[in-house]
């Protein structure tokens, strides 16, 4: 499915006590004001790609989300779902359509897990073979079977997070929206999470927009990333050429005995706390000179020698404040 907004905003209006007045006054009174969460956002998702949607949070990747399920309309500009308004044809968008939301409940509380997802297959109008078949593949997948028989509210966070996305997949969405679903998971279940949205990209082919704050997530699943601040989209490219934004930038880390003398050359350039038996430097690629490392590696007070490329999550904090 694809994915389209053209110069959309967003506004909501809140209402807040007054920071000024008398003790009564700021007690009773409300001042109104109005907060944009999108501020003229121009995006395109082709059908069957694999976006991660990144930001801190109050940059609007719930907002966006909210907008293309159609929960939400926008304030100004146009938000369509293959060429359809989400919001007037939401009914009809829902049957192709899985959203899942950390903060946000889909299965009924009170009912066990398996009952959760029979009310799903009829809602959906899924033919009981295919469900069967379904659901018994991603309840294993995801480890969740002991789990059925449970009511949704007494399962932890990562065993409800799991059911969840189950409940999610079992309609075979052409859209997926994922707004943080690893949040407060422990690795396994993160690794579970992210093994089952690969494999599924690969089978079925949906269209996938992932929020999360782990890059290590987002890598795992995306190939593409769209970085979205103070609701304006900052960056938006393939994850290969966001790491080539890291520049000619490299990292040269040292781990030595204690008493050990840094070596000193023009380009190098010393970063971070300096610290008893590691000492890291910075350099452009290139500019790096041989005898440097040859004189570390027969150096016997150094143990090891490091050369790093900049990581995903730097690179993007360098974004951020280049945004600033």
């Not at 934004?245 to 050990?260: K, M, N, S």
Request: glycine share 10%.
């Amino acid at each position: 499915m694809r994915v389209q907004m053209d110069a959309v905003r967003r506004s909501y209006h809140v209402r807040r006590r007054p920071e000024t007045g008398s003790r009564l006054a700021r007690l009773v009174r409300r001042e109104r004001s109005e907060v944009e969460a999108l501020r003229g956002i121009d995006l395109r998702i082709e059908a069957g790609e694999s976006v991660g949607y990144i930001g801190l949070n109050g940059a609007g990747k719930s907002t966006t989300m909210k907008l293309i399920s159609g929960i939400l309309t926008p304030t100004a500009g146009r938000v369509t779902v293959d060429g359809r308004d989400p919001h007037r044809e939401r009914r009809r968008l829902s049957a192709e359509l899985g959203y899942l939301a950390a903060q946000r409940a889909s299965l009924w509380w009170d009912l066990p897990v398996k009952d959760s997802y029979e009310l799903i297959r009829r809602v959906y109008g899924i033919e009981p073979a295919l469900f069967r078949r379904r659901s018994e593949e991603l309840v294993g997948r995801l480890d969740i079977g002991k789990h059925l028989n449970t009511p949704v509210r007494e399962l932890s966070l990562g065993n409800r997070t799991r059911a969840e996305l189950v409940g999610t997949l079992l309609h075979a969405p052409k859209l997926l929206l994922l707004d943080e679903p690893t949040i407060g998971l422990d690795i396994f279940a993160r690794e579970a999470i992210c093994g089952l949205l690969k494999d599924i990209r690969e089978t079925d082919g949906p269209t996938i927009m992932m929020a999360s704050h782990d890059l290590r997530d987002v890598e795992a699943v995306c190939d593409r990333i769209v970085m979205i601040d103070a609701g304006r989209l900052v960056h938006d490219g393939k994850i290969s050429e966001l790491r080539g934004l890291g520049g000619g930038t490299r990292r040269l880390v040292i781990h030595h005995a204690e008493g050990h003398t840094p070596p000193s050359a023009p380009g190098l350039v010393p970063i971070g706390a300096a610290a008893r038996t590691v000492t890291t430097f910075e350099y452009a690629q290139g500019n790096l000179p041989p005898e440097v490392l040859s004189a570390l590696f027969s150096d016997p007070l150094v143990d090891d020698v490091q050369l790093e490329a900049p990581g995903l999550e730097q690179i993007i904090k360098s974004l951020y404040r280049k945004a600033d």
